[in-house]
């Protein structure tokens, strides 16, 4: 069972479109040269087959960053346990994009594989938590806001 209906920020009711989703992966990927339109539709696929998974409650999200390592400021969050949150975009940022926001992150690790020369990066295991502040673990805008219908 594929969603029929999605509810937008301003709380009115619209009609979902799995394209749109699709769209802001595939603008991600082509900005970054990792993947293309296929794989879009895949990575969409398979994100529409978790949603719907999903029960009333809280979401367990987790994920590695790789950052590039410029000072101590983001390893002192991990090794101090100092939460924070963490925000990317989906898309150019312009047009038919998403921004993503975890509002409340721990780090649970931290690693610095120094290998040759070039930028250091530190690839760090975090884990969303929910925050009782926006009442979620992660919040979804869509950029530009959608217009509204009559």
Same mark, same amino acid.
């Given at each position: 069972m594929r969603f029929a209906t999605i509810k937008k920020r301003d709380g009115r009711t619209g009609v979902f479109d799995a394209a749109k989703i699709t769209q802001a992966i595939a603008k991600a990927g082509q900005a970054t040269g990792e993947f293309g339109d296929q794989e879009a539709r895949r990575l969409t696929l398979k994100t529409l087959d978790l949603a719907e998974a999903l029960v009333a409650g809280r979401i367990n999200i987790t994920g590695t960053i790789s950052a590039y390592f410029q000072n101590m400021d983001l390893l002192r969050k991990f090794t101090d346990?100092?939460? #924070?949150?963490l925000q990317f975009t989906l $898309?150019? &940022?312009e047009t038919e994009s998403y921004i993503i926001t975890l509002p409340r992150v721990k780090y649970s690790g931290g690693d610095n594989p120094a290998d $040759?020369? &070039?930028?250091? #990066?530190l690839n760090m295991p975090f884990q969303a938590l929910y925050d009782e502040k926006t009442k979620t673990n992660i919040r979804i805008d869509r950029i530009p806001p959608a217009e509204p219908t009559p």
């Open positions: 346990e100092i939460e #924070t949150s $898309g150019d &940022g $040759g020369e &070039g930028p250091i #990066t």
